[in-house]
């Protein structure tokens, strides 16, 4: 099986601007190809894996990558699929956001030395910030036309609401960030998410109008559920990959949790598994064996937690959810997400609200939604329900507390 039919068949690409020239690149030459992406925050989440696992899949076929951080395009703000304008950053804001994605991207792509195509980070304020806009406009903006930008999907879902003249710069910039890297690198594909479409081919249909020579573009799909919604979105949030913001353990959890109809396409798209265990995998889940979906599961929560916090954070996550779910499990592990509660927490009884316990241990975000999941027999301490909004809990040494059906967290003094 050549590369771009492996690639097809785990469903991980989209769209191509040119199809058959661009399977022939990767599958009988070197492509040199870039993916972007907006510092927006201060860790990649779950909405990037995609694309950091096409990379890699690129890679390790001896094709070479160039990671750009968005240090100048984050400045703006890409509109796609946003209903609003995004939150204006500083610049410092953004340099340190970049720079918490090196850190991560290393975990997918081998930025070393000791590989022949090792990947490269670039970053676009390096070339953005030094334009003179009437020189850009003149020598980018006049090969754009308003009317087929405003057909253009990222534009098209804002014109309700309001599009900023400012927004509407962010295509021509990103186009521009192709044609540099195709003068200066020889980068000839530009990959992204499928909701870049727009943008991705307008930077392709630059470097041929003003190059005259070809460029492509190549969309991977997006991370979707079986009912079409995106994944990784979780009551606290997006899904992060850092482990401050998401600790390795809430992380398998969340993998652990998937729907049974999702769980053999997160296996294609995210993991390395080779294609016919997965197929194998497949036939039991359309099957119904029980117990054979679980153990899917289980094998796609520690490739993630693996491919993302590493082997030793992978066994350790489930290690302690083993100890919480498997029959006669103590839900004790010392691997469980733990918040250890100072003294001055405590009344003079030793004891602390319910609803302050929720909030501090960050399993709900307000005493509302607490009060909430309390009154609707959501929470647990020590296997014990409590749908007493004025409970008071007493914490000795620790406590283990259930929300839902599937969290479970350990509350220490």
């Keep these: 099986m050549t590369l771009s039919q492996e690639l097809k068949t785990r469903g991980l690409t989209a769209q191509f601007s040119h199809e058959e020239e661009i399977c022939e690149l990767l599958d009988n030459r070197q492509a040199l190809f870039y993916i972007g992406f907006d510092a927006t925050a201060d860790s990649l989440h779950v909405g990037h894996l995609v694309q950091l696992i096409l990379m890699r899949h690129l890679q ?245 937690t693996a491919l993302v916090h590493g082997k030793e954070e992978a066994e350790k996550a489930q290690n302690a959810a083993k100890s919480v779910f498997s029959k006669g499990g103590s839900g004790e592990s010392a691997d469980m997400p733990t918040t250890i509660l100072a003294d001055e927490t405590f009344d003079s009884d030793g004891k602390i609200r319910l609803l302050d316990l929720l909030v501090k241990t960050k399993l709900c975000p307000s005493g509302r939604d607490a009060k909430t999941n309390i009154e609707q027999g959501g929470v647990s301490i020590n296997d014990e329900k409590i749908t007493d909004v004025n409970a008071m809990i007493e914490i000795k040494d620790y406590v283990i507390i259930k929300k839902g059906k599937k969290t479970f967290h350990k509350a220490m003094r």
């Design 60 to 304: 390790k076929a001896g094709h070479k990558p160039y990671a750009l951080l968005g240090t100048g395009t984050t400045l703006i703000g890409d509109p796609s699929g946003k209903s609003d304008m995004r939150q204006l950053l500083t610049e410092k804001e953004i340099n340190y956001n970049a720079e918490r994605f090196r850190e991560q991207m290393g975990s997918f792509v081998d930025f070393s030395d000791d590989v022949e195509n090792k990947a490269e980070f670039v970053r676009n304020g390096d070339w953005l910030l030094d334009l003179k806009y009437l020189e850009f406009i003149r020598d980018v903006g006049v090969h754009f036309t308003v009317n087929r930008m405003l057909a253009a999907e990222c534009f098209k879902n804002r014109m309700e609401r309001g599009l900023s003249f400012f927004e509407f710069n962010y295509m021509l910039i990103q186009s521009y960030d192709f044609l540099h890297l195709f003068k200066t690198k020889g980068v000839t594909l530009q990959v992204g998410g499928d909701d870049q479409w727009s943008n991705i081919l307008a930077g392709a249909d630059l470097i041929r109008r003003k190059e005259q020579k070809n460029a492509y573009a190549l969309t991977t799909s997006l991370l979707l559920t079986k009912d079409g919604r995106k994944m990784g979105k979780t009551q606290k949030g997006a899904l992060w990959l850092s482990a401050e913001k998401c600790p390795s353990y809430e992380f398998y959890q969340y993998f652990r949790n998937v729907d049974d109809a999702d769980v053999i396409n997160c296996l294609n798209m995210l993991t390395f598994l080779p294609l016919e265990e997965i197929k194998e995998r497949e036939n039991f889940v359309q099957d119904g064996v029980g117990a054979k979906i679980n153990e899917t599961k289980e094998l796609l929560a520690y490739e993630m």
